[in-house]
């Protein structure tokens, strides 16, 4: 039986949550990751404020036009019954060839069903040369 990965969390549930959003993420398909957001979903990604599922097509469509060799690492830290924390970093390189690693901390909040209806982001981008990558 594939478990429920809805509100209330269990830590087991919250780690297989975390787990999902990375291998949806690694896709790279907007359209896939957005399926894991509510209809009304609001996000704070760095400097960005979305509302919506369209709206965050749209932004994973241009996040991922610039972040090429995109790989993305989530780590759970913790959660309640339907709120999750997690730490992450993810490596990619832009347009020049430069690669970069950001690391952030997310709190993630969902509705009954299971789906992410706030999603809160704190990003920081550092530059690494191509033989510092770990991911």
Known sequence: MTQKLA???????ARAKVQAAEDAWNTRD???????????SEWRNRDAFLKGREEIKEFLRSKWARENGYKLKKEYWAHTDNHIA???EYESYDESGQWWRSYGNEMWEFNEDG????????INDVPID?????L
Not at 7 to 13: A, D, H, R
Not at 115 to 122: E, G, L, P, Q, V
Not at 130 to 134: G, L, P, Q
């Open 7 to 13: 509100p209330p969390f269990t830590e087991e549930t």
């Open 30 to 40: 907007p359209e896939r990751v957005a399926l894991a957001y509510s209809e009304d």
């Open 86 to 88: 997690v730490r992450f």
């Open 115 to 122: 789906k992410m209806r706030k999603r809160f982001a704190s």
């Open 130 to 134: 191509e033989a510092a990558r770990r």
